[in-house]
């Protein structure tokens, strides 16, 4: 992973030399994971940032808290790591000073709707000359094709999510609260996570702790998307949603998964609905292959909603890898071309206001001639 990481790194600096770009400051989790192979586990944004500072023709340097500057130099592969205190003089802010060197460069790179408040108001403030460059296309369009490393983690991350959702199935009953499916969750996806790894290198700083509040729903809540679990018993005849969105990351690559069981029967409305989320997603995946426009997939989902009787209130699907959302998406006025490597997470949703949604994501990789689930699980309506 981390030989991957600095190869990215190298193709990014030479993009930055192409674009005219003097230096790059990247801040997001993400973009950090990729291209330097560490990241943090606080996962929480108060003004207390890292940087990654890029130069077309230098060696990178990483500017990171002191408390977490040991846990990043044994992760990742930069050999520049600067610690900064919260105090004195060496804050955050003299110490990027100095990695930034004494001459103010004319144009920085930062990945604009990504950037932290108090670093812009920073650079806004010391570099008042300096034209900001949206480097997120740059850095996008690397991310958007994953490498066969990466589409091997992503596979492990599907087997890890269908361990998760067999838990889940065999958690669930009649009287079952809602908390108890998530936690068995939680500890099949963490058990399954905790078998790819092992505790040498970088991978011993991998955790397998699934995490995250459950997305979960039941009954006439599953009209409401990103419920979490709760104390709620289910009840003979309920739809149980569950979606992984939020909790499936494994080595920082986070994939969608979604389904929707039913508790010892089923009505025909709820059967209705369940049976249209499954033929949009099915519709949108049966065009889906290199060389197709984004919106067309989109478009071939939604075709299926308006035959059905319903309508789609999102997109269809969203792009994934060391990020939730990343470029491009599924959805109507994307003209993105779909290439060989490309991930996403391919959804089918149908709402009734009030009353019951229906419910199913996978995820899946691109191909030449389609694509491959990386997660494969039954996709028919199931009544446990």
Known sequence: MLDEAKARTGAFQTRLAEAGIEVAIVTDESSIAYLAGFWGYLGVEFGRPTFLVLRPEAAPIVVTPLMESEMVDAMTWVADVRPWEDAGDRRWEPVLAQALGPHAPRTIGVEAHLLPAVVRQYLDE????????????????????KSPGEIAVMRQAGRIAAAMMDAAKTAMGAGVPEYEVALAVVAAGTRTAAG??????????????IHNLQILQSGRDTAMVHRRASVKPLAPGDPVYLCFCNMLEFKHYRLGFDRQFFIGEVGDEAARVQQAAVAAQQAALSVLRAGVRAEEVAAAANEVYRASGFASGYRTGRSIGVAYLEAPELKEGDRTVLRPGMTFAVDGGVTVAGRLGGRIGDSVVVTKDGFEYLTNYPRELTVL
Do not use: Q, Y
Request: charged letters at 25%; hydrophobic letters at 55%; zero cysteines.
């Open 126 to 145: 010391r570099f008042p000359d300096a034209a900001l460059r949206d480097v997120s296309p740059l850095l996008g369009a690397m991310r958007a094709i």
């Open 196 to 209: 790819f790894l092992t505790d040498r290198g970088w991978e011993a700083f991998v955790s397998p702790m």
